[in-house]
């Protein structure tokens, strides 16, 4: 059984249909790419599974749970998290404190028990506070924790935005754009650290990139949306020689004598 199984799910705003009758599936433990031209469809897709729109039709299936109807904290709790085109920090708040934030869904502390001292939230506390320092040391941001979000340089926010991710401890890892904005050496880095994540914590992951070069890299596995419907999945090679593909990216009358490779 996939962990995600996505079928025949549609969104529509208005007139406008952004995500048309997809079908898709992830493994276990897999790193998959969706890609397609800007406007294709991807990150409503991405917000049709983690709840921030509702579909219209058809079905998602998490862990063998229906997402359907329910919300975005109800679905972080199933264990889906994701990063954001945009980065989404908190920019007044510190590195540490960004990741405490992320780590809201599994804790089971509340105000009442700050109020009165319970020994049970201080304790609670003390190991949440342990766990972000490990995430800030995984990430590479040690003795960073006490740095503004805002202060951070573009890869480390990158980076930190990640690690929240990563602090509800998802099952899938949902990667919008990560290495958007980045310079060669930062895309190299975490596009290494990308597959660390599932090498070596074991989480399946789940991008859209743009960049050509990092999901050919990376990927196991890829799906191409054009105009919110998907006309191709398949391994690196097989996308790279797929002349509906190329016809998306290129244009119709260079899709015939097109190369191997797909252009950014």
Request: charged share 20%; with cysteine; aromatic share 6%.
């Amino acid at each position: 059984m996939p962990l995600l199984s996505a079928t025949n799910v549609t969104k529509r705003f208005g007139g406008l249909t952004a995500v048309n009758n997809l079908t898709f599936n992830i493994d276990k433990g897999a790193i998959v790419s969706i890609i397609g031209p800007n406007g294709a469809g991807k990150t409503t897709f991405f917000n049709c599974i983690t709840g921030f729109y509702q579909f219209d039709e058809g079905e998602i299936i998490f862990d063998g749970r229906s997402t359907k109807g329910r919300s975005p904290d109800q679905i972080a709790h199933m264990g889906i998290s994701r990063t954001y085109q945009n980065i989404r920090l908190f920019a007044h708040m510190t590195a540490l404190e960004n990741i405490l934030v992320g780590m809201e869904p599994r804790l089971h502390s509340n105000w009442i028990g700050a109020v009165l001292g319970l020994r049970s939230t201080a304790q609670e506390e003390k190991r949440a506070i342990e766990e972000a320092q490990e995430l800030l040391n995984f990430v590479g941001l040690a003795g960073k924790g006490d740095w503004l979000a805002k202060s951070l340089p573009y890869g480390d926010q990158r980076r930190l935005e990640i690690a929240r991710a990563l602090a509800s401890k998802p099952k899938l890892l949902l990667l919008d754009e990560p290495t958007a904005g980045m310079n060669p050496r930062e895309t190299a880095e975490t596009t290494h650290f990308i597959r660390q994540l599932r090498d070596k914590i074991g989480i399946t992951i789940l991008l859209i990139e743009h960049d050509m070069r990092v999901v050919m890299g990376i990927s196991e596995d890829i799906t191409v949306l054009d105009y919110g419907e998907k006309i191709a999945a398949g391994t690196p090679v097989q996308i790279q020689n797929n002349p509906r593909v190329i016809e998306a990216y290129l244009g119709r009358g260079a899709a015939a004598s097109a190369t191997i490779e797909v252009p950014t």
